[in-house]
DNA sequence: GTCTATAGAAGGATAGAC
DNA sequence: GTCTATCCTTCTATAGAC
């Protein structure tokens, strides 16, 4: 039954994906796992043979996922500062959809940094980063944006969207203190960020 | 013998911190935490009786010691933009001293929100923040800042800083790509983060 | 207070029936 | 392809000697 096949592995591969983004590898069970998937654990090994196997298996897909999201920094054909609010925007809403990826990432490269540097052997960076300097010549003259401190500039604007997803637990505690709601303030967080960067960056 | 009797809680505690800190809770192994203090399994348990009181102990005191770097932004006596100069350089300059710090936070609070929840149930953020707004009323008028828009801009400053330690691993091996050296964007960035902060608030 | 030895539980993995 | 039963390793925790 090839039908059903795909079935069941995507089932365990959807339950897997969910103990994995809340335990981490090393918190997960194969029986919790099992147990979403509607199946029992033997039913697992004979899919992925071994937990490492499929915690690889998730944790590439959704390593892949969240690169992807980044591809319209390098294509979309909008003027710099219309790219910084699309991309903000769309980023967040990627986020909202999968709020838990920020902090399985976070942890899962902070106990094992080869993993992805593996996974990122063969991009090369270089020619993507100048891309960005090359395909907005003509607008640089009007912001102070070099090769020397985009980098700074790469990683703030991927802070402002990605740590209150990762630090969420720690700010939703805090907010509720103060009166605040957090989808409320990701909501405002798309326009903020991205006027905040512009204004920043502006000569 | 009380002398002896610290010193080897401490090595236990010390050796727990640097095992928590790199593996996570579930990922920590007692054995691993026993050879690191230079003592037996039996001795772990003798101190802190069971995993998770020795977690505990090391997780209350990590975070106790976070959130002990915030007091600045409501003490020091400074003009608007200095405190945010001050603030984010000694923030950088702590996380560089402890950067397995952020990742952990975030991974533990994740994992088990209601520790931190627990934690902070005394905490009157609301007067804080509210304290901030006054120390500085005489300068508001020339920056964008309200109490509606306090949220943002507070996260915002700490996604600065934060985010670069949380996301390290990643962020080492795309730098390494374009041949640009951690240490020294860390360094850079105390100063590029407060003024691109100053410049976005002004108005 | 510190050790060795071991109990006891949990969790990953496999065998074998259907 | 799926299940039940079980093996075996790993890990937390304790007993008991010194």
């Known amino acids: 039954m090839e039908g059903n096949d795909k079935l069941t592995e995507d089932k365990i591969f959807e339950a897997a994906t969910t103990v994995f983004e809340e335990q981490g590898m090393t918190g997960a069970r194969m029986q919790n796992i099992a147990d979403r998937a509607g199946i029992n654990k033997a039913l ?32 979309e054909n909008l003027s710099l500062e219309d790219k910084i609010r699309f991309f903000i925007k769309e980023h967040i809403n990627f986020l909202k959809e999968n709020p838990k990826l920020p902090g399985f990432i976070i942890h899962e490269i902070n106990r094992n940094p080869q993993r992805i540097k593996k996974m990122l052997r063969n991009v090369d960076f270089k020619i993507l980063w100048s891309a960005i300097l090359k395909h907005h010549s003509d607008e640089l003259g009007d912001y102070n944006i070099t090769e020397e401190n985009l980098p700074q500039i790469m990683t703030t604007i991927v802070s402002l969207t990605v740590f209150p997803f990762a630090a969420r637990g720690l700010i939703e505690v805090i907010f509720s203190n103060v009166g605040v709601d957090f989808d409320k303030y990701i909501e405002e967080r798309k326009e903020f960020a991205a006027e905040f960067v512009i204004k920043a960056i502006k000569k």
């Open 44 to 75: 697992l090994h004979y899919y992925f043979r071994t937990k490492d196997q499929l915690f690889d298996a998730v944790f590439s897909k959704l390593a892949q996922k969240m690169f992807q999201k980044f591809s319209p920094i390098f294509e």
